[in-house]
């Protein structure tokens, strides 16, 4: 064997020598906090109270969620009151009875759920709000910016409404639930941007109730009192799928925009791809799905800090659907996320 031979395997056995303990500190070694991580999670218990699971973020919330519990060995619990408000509080008292590690709540108004979940806190449960808030704050609320949703819509309907094309400078607000933190804060927004645009005129603000008939019927009835009409704005895209259809039925899509959001589901794409929708603020719920289940590992791997101490805020992202971008993951179908 040549001597430059030699010098190279002499090297290679000298970096094996060398190599043998390190790797079996690395096989050895546990990753920094995982094994706190995965003891945190086991075992705990999880209570979400909506206002129903009918509704299409609720069930990418849930489907994120069900994938974490899963994944680490917490437990999962829904709660559903079914747009029962009466029910919804039953769900929430038994929740608190039951003492789960954290509870999940979606709020139907700002006051309804707001003394029982300082009782929740009081207690030692831990909170979190998801996208429709209460008069209290927890733990952590995760959804939307409302004033800045109304905003975003209300400027939609601005700068097409008050341009020199515009059939007049008539809108309509579809409200949801008025004492909904929804609507509280989107109406906020849209107040702002009236007072900014004294050539915009809000000629009707009727609460359709998240339904798609009633927003239906009360579009119909704007219509003939202003068939010069411009813009509606409103407050959840399954909902302004009804004031879409009787767009379409008087055959005014052409000088009525419809600007809504919602949770970017493929159901609201297909709706501004059939002509009912013309905007979506679309705010992903999955991701907020994510968001959310990041507080819930946060909330889980301290028990040392007690609830209530302190407090979240986190709104999620928004992006503007229109026809040029009502594809891929901007809508979302429910069994991709399982």
Not at 25 to 44: H, N, P, S, V
Request: charged content about 20%; hydrophobic content about 40%; glycine content about 8%.
């Amino acid at each position: 064997m040549g001597v430059a031979k030699k010098m190279v395997w002499g090297a290679l056995a000298a970096l094996t020598l060398f190599a043998q303990p390190q790797m079996s500190q690395a096989r050895d070694m546990e990753q920094i906090g995982r094994a706190a991580y995965l003891e945190a999670m086991k075992g705990k218990k999880v209570i979400f109270v909506p206002i129903s699971q009918g509704f299409d973020l609720n069930q990418a919330w849930v489907a994120v969620w069900q994938r974490h519990a899963e994944r680490y060995g917490f437990t999962l619990e829904v709660r559903d009151p079914n747009m029962d408000t009466s029910a919804g509080i039953r769900a929430l008292q038994g929740a608190i009875a039951e003492r789960p590690d954290l509870l999940i709540v979606q709020n139907p108004d700002v006051q309804t759920y707001a003394r029982m979940l300082k009782q929740a806190q009081a207690s030692g449960i831990k909170v979190i709000q998801v996208n429709m808030q209460s008069a209290t704050q927890t733990d952590s609320y995760v959804g939307n910016d409302w004033i800045e949703m109304g905003l975003l819509e209300a400027r939609e309907l601005a700068r097409v409404c008050t341009g020199p094309d515009a059939p007049s400078g008539k809108i309509v607000w579809l409200a949801g639930v008025q004492t909904g933190a929804a609507n509280i804060f989107m109406r906020a927004g849209l107040d702002q941007v009236l007072a900014e645009n004294p050539g915009l005129e809000l000629v009707s603000d009727q609460p359709a109730d998240y339904d798609s008939e009633k927003a239906r019927q009360i579009t119909e009835t704007v219509l003939q009192q202003h068939p010069d009409l411009c813009g509606i704005m409103g407050i959840w895209d399954n909902a302004e799928v009804g004031a879409g259809a009787a767009v379409l039925a008087a055959g005014k899509q052409d000088q009525v925009t419809i600007v809504t959001n919602g949770a970017g589901s493929s159901t609201g794409c297909d709706s501004i791809h059939k002509g009912l929708l013309d905007v979506i603020y679309n705010f992903n719920a999955p991701i907020q799905g994510e968001i959310a289940a990041q507080q819930i590992s946060e909330l889980l791997q301290h028990p040392e800090r007690e609830a209530g101490s302190e407090k979240t805020v986190f709104f999620g992202p928004v992006t503007r659907v229109d026809t040029s971008n009502a594809s891929g993951r901007n809508c979302w179908k429910l069994e991709d996320l399982k």
